[in-house]
């Protein structure tokens, strides 16, 4: 059954949830998993692509968007529309809808800011884990470390 966490950030701004979302495809990455980003906008999936290639100056994380880049795939792939194709693995959903093909891997990685819209966005989709029987974890940081 697929594991959600929930990563509670004491940050607002959208760039320093880009920011985590790095580190936590990085921390993955580095555990030999597989990790498909769902952003919520092409802007924002293309934001993201910039983001990995210098949030860290001594970090490497091969990724690309979905469609484009080598064959076979590197193991990070940022998307934010369809079905991601391959991927089983990690789960890092950044759009604000549950997406319909989040049961399909491992793991579901939900990251809030702490601004009000973004929790209540949380809410709504911690409700929807859990009617459908997923045990949830959450994880409260006091910083942006994973």
Request: hydrophobic content about 40%; aromatic content about 10%.
């Amino acid at each position: 059954m697929t594991k959600i966490d929930f990563y509670l950030i004491q940050d607002l701004d959208v760039k320093a949830r880009l920011e985590f979302a790095c580190r936590l495809a990085e921390k993955a990455y580095k555990n030999r998993h597989r990790i498909y980003i769902h952003a919520d906008s092409k802007e924002e999936a293309h934001e993201l692509d910039e983001l990995l290639w210098t949030y860290r100056e001594e970090s490497f994380l091969p990724h690309n968007l979905v469609g484009e880049g080598p064959d076979p795939a590197p193991p990070i792939q940022i998307g934010f529309e369809g079905k991601p194709e391959n991927h089983r693995d990690i789960l890092l959903n950044l759009n604000n809808a549950v997406p319909e093909f989040y049961s399909n891997f491992a793991r579901v990685l939900e990251i809030v800011p702490s601004d009000a819209a973004a929790q209540e966005l949380a809410r709504l989709h911690y409700r929807f884990y859990r009617a459908e029987g997923y045990e949830i974890i959450t994880h409260k940081l006091q910083s942006a470390e994973v």
